[in-house]
């Protein structure tokens, strides 16, 4: 398995906002995605450009587009098996910065990326093994 | 678990996620929930329906994501696992109550 870095992490960030995103149906999902992409940001740069992505949210939905970061953090504290504590920071950027500090102290993995490993895992050993495969 | 214990970690978990939308969201949720006046924060579950309505007229498509991260916190604080994550915030809560009962 994959030790915990960096790049795993961003790949949760943007797993997690998608998923958020989802939330909201495609096409808001689309124009978000646009208009992120128009400010150069792309998809995978989210978590190291959070507070920017979040400017851009609250700029185009007011306060409530706040809400697709919180919930990128909720998701990505779900996916870590960590809690998410909001009240523990000033900023959704410093407890975005926090929570991936602890994440690679604590070498964690995340679900959705151990679910895919193990169906992977799986499918290796039954292909090998399969009675019909040679 | 008491029941004091899960409305504790419900109120704590909704307000935390309204803050940090921004400094006026839970004070405005509280006001328009006591029809102009703040009602205080330790009867928010007493209000449930009534709180559904209010984050959807407030905050629209994003009311559903306001409601999911609450339910998400509650469920971390009290170390359960998450009910299925649908639109109705009332729905939620009575789902995650049931999981506390069928865990203890």
């Known amino acids: 398995m994959r030790t915990p870095n960096i790049t795993l992490i961003h790949e949760t960030v943007s797993f997690c906002f998608d998923q958020v995103l989802s939330t909201l149906g ?15 940001i792309g998809k995978e740069d989210l978590s190291s450009r959070f507070e920017d992505a979040e400017g851009v949210l609250v700029e185009l939905y007011g306060q409530g587009g706040r809400s697709v970061m919180i919930g990128t953090l909720a998701k990505l504290c779900e996916e870590y098996s960590i809690p998410l504590n909001l009240g523990y920071s000033d900023s959704l950027g410093n407890r975005m910065a926090q929570l991936a500090e602890n994440i690679l102290m604590q070498k964690l993995i995340p679900k959705h990326f151990r679910k895919d490993v193990d169906t992977r895992a799986f499918e290796d050993k039954s292909g090998s093994y399969a009675g019909w495969s040679d | ?4 214990v899960f409305d504790s970690a419900f109120q704590i978990s909704l307000s935390n996620t309204l803050r940090s939308l921004g400094e006026d969201c839970l004070s405005s949720v509280l006001s328009l929930l006591g029809g102009g006046r703040e009602i205080p924060l330790a009867s928010l579950t007493a209000h449930l329906g009534e709180i559904d309505n209010i984050l959807d007229e407030l905050f629209g498509k994003f009311s559903k994501i306001i409601k999911h991260v609450t339910i998400l916190e509650t469920s971390s ?26 865990a203890h």
């Open chain 1, 26 to 40: 495609e096409r808001t999902k689309r124009v978000i995605y646009d208009f992120l992409a128009r400010r150069g």
């Open chain 2, 1 to 4: 678990m008491d029941r004091a």
């Open chain 2, 77 to 102: 604080q009290l170390k359960l696992d998450p009910p299925k994550l649908g639109n109705s915030l009332l729905w939620m809560v009575e789902e995650l109550r049931s999981n506390l009962w069928k």
